[in-house]
């Protein structure tokens, strides 16, 4: 059964894509701490992260430089998070967040809303700065 995050690639479930390449996909986080929240996941579908062989785990971390580094340009904050939980959806994903201070980053902070025009323009905005 392909997880959700498998669903967002195929495109079965609508994403704010930020940037794609053959082997994985980067969008924002619809429950964002922070704006500009993004994850990156490979396409392979890997329930554990390091699971994955070396190239493939080397590869995902490579990506998401890209799009950290994007982000970076376009949030104003002192740093982008890195950040590996992978409980709440069985597929390997590596959250990137743009933070002042950790506190920025803790996962019970109350989340962030953004209108779906928001999240167009957010996603629009980092694409620009990769």
Avoid: W
Wanted: aromatic share 8%; hydrophobic share 45%; charged share 30%.
């Amino acid at each position: 059964m392909a997880t959700i995050f498998s669903k967002i690639v195929t495109g079965e479930i609508p994403s704010y894509k930020i940037a794609e390449d053959e082997n994985h996909y980067a969008f924002l986080d619809i429950n964002p701490l922070k704006k500009g929240h993004a994850l990156v996941i490979p396409k392979k579908e890997v329930d554990y992260i390091f699971d994955l062989e070396a190239d493939e785990l080397a590869g995902l971390h490579v990506f998401a430089q890209k799009i950290a580094k994007a982000i970076d340009k376009t949030i104003a904050c002192k740093r982008v998070a890195v950040i590996v939980l992978g409980l709440e959806v069985p597929h390997a994903h590596i959250h990137l967040i743009p933070m002042d201070s950790e506190s920025d980053v803790r996962f019970s902070n109350k989340k962030r809303e953004f209108s779906q025009e928001e999240f167009i323009a957010i996603a629009e905005l980092i694409k620009k700065n990769i």
